[in-house]
């Protein structure tokens, strides 16, 4: 098929351009300001809120693949808001036939509100603060108000934390760079170069949260791209089950012969990700659970090679 990505230069994106190249696929890149260099995509130059920039590119197309997102600043409007209704509104002009949407579990306020019960895709959106999780609605909304209005067929991927290269492991030690919520350095005075971080709440039990590897995120792609069962539906997309700080604190010191240290962190919430309706529509299988995701962050950081630039460090 032909498709369209946007985002293609973000962490997601530039894991998806290859693996659809090598399905088969002729891949578009939409380019904004990372560029682009993937053997057998075309990348074209522009922006999702340019309206005709946008038209152009969906030319030919048989899916999008909507990736392109901002997080906390004043550029998620033009880029999850007025971006994603001109991608809806190009997409129905071009017959697009499906029109995948990289949402996020920041709709359902994971971590900031009480969440009792695994969340599976009938759960409420209601986003936790700021523009991110604000805009992650925002997409899911106008996408699903497409859908009913116009027919547009729509497939909803909702990832929880996205991990690549050794994003797990920044997020664990009490090292830079520090990666992800909550910042160590926030909420801890531990004096510590480096250690593996037990986060708990008041009380003394530890957190527990779920995230998701950059590969599984790309295997739903996969199995979403072209399915009829897919067409009109919400897929949560997350690892084999979610984890709790003490066990993975505890293997990344043994893997790293660190010490542990404790820090407290009021007023969140643990929460678990219900993946059930992906597998069983989908097929989907994850295989990289957060032990296997350390694993793979030992070895990009032994390998030598340097983190890809953020532009936020989440």
């Known amino acids: 098929m032909n498709v369209l990505v946007t985002g293609a230069g973000g962490k997601l994106g530039r894991r998806l351009l290859p693996a659809l190249v090598k399905a088969g696929h002729s891949v578009r890149a939409l380019q904004f300001r990372t560029p682009i260099v993937c053997n057998g995509v075309e990348a074209v130059i522009g922006s999702v809120s340019d309206a005709r920039a946008v038209r152009q590119a969906l030319q030919d197309m048989d899916v999008v693949c ?12 033009d880029t999850s808001i007025k971006g ?44 936790y603060p700021g523009y991110y999780a604000f805009s992650k609605v ?46 160590w350095r926030n909420i801890t005075e531990i004096p510590y170069p480096d250690g593996a971080g037990i986060l708990l709440h008041p009380g003394g039990k530890p957190y527990k949260r779920h995230i998701v590897g950059v590969d599984d995120a790309v295997q739903s792609f996969l199995l979403a791209l072209g399915n009829p069962a ?52 989908l097929g989907y299988r994850p295989r990289d659970d957060v032990f296997r995701i350390i694993d793979k962050a030992i070895e990009f950081r032994c390998s030598g090679d340097v983190r890809s630039s953020v532009r936020y460090g989440g």
Request: net charge negative.
């Open 138 to 183: 925002m997409e899911e909304t106008m996408c699903r108000q497409y859908t009913l209005q116009y027919g547009l067929p729509v497939t909803f991927l909702r990832f929880s934390w996205i991990q690549d290269e050794d994003d797990l492991l920044c997020h664990m030690t009490f090292k830079e760079p520090d990666f992800g919520f909550p910042n």
């Open 230 to 281: 897919a067409l009109g539906e919400t897929f949560n997309i997350a690892a084999p089950a979610p984890f709790s700080y003490d066990v993975l604190a505890g293997y990344v010191a043994r893997k790293l012969s660190l010490p542990l240290f404790e820090a407290v962190l009021p007023d969140y919430y643990d929460f678990s990700i219900d993946i059930g309706k992906a597998r069983a529509v």
């Open 84 to 127: 994603t209704f001109n991608l809806l509104e190009g997409s129905r002009e071009a017959g697009i036939k499906q029109f995948i949407l990289a949402g996020g579990d920041a709709a359902l306020g994971i971590f900031f509100n009480p969440q009792p019960v695994p969340l599976d895709e009938c759960a409420p959106l209601r986003a």
């Open 66 to 77: 909507h990736l392109a997102t901002s997080k906390e600043d004043a550029g998620f409007f």
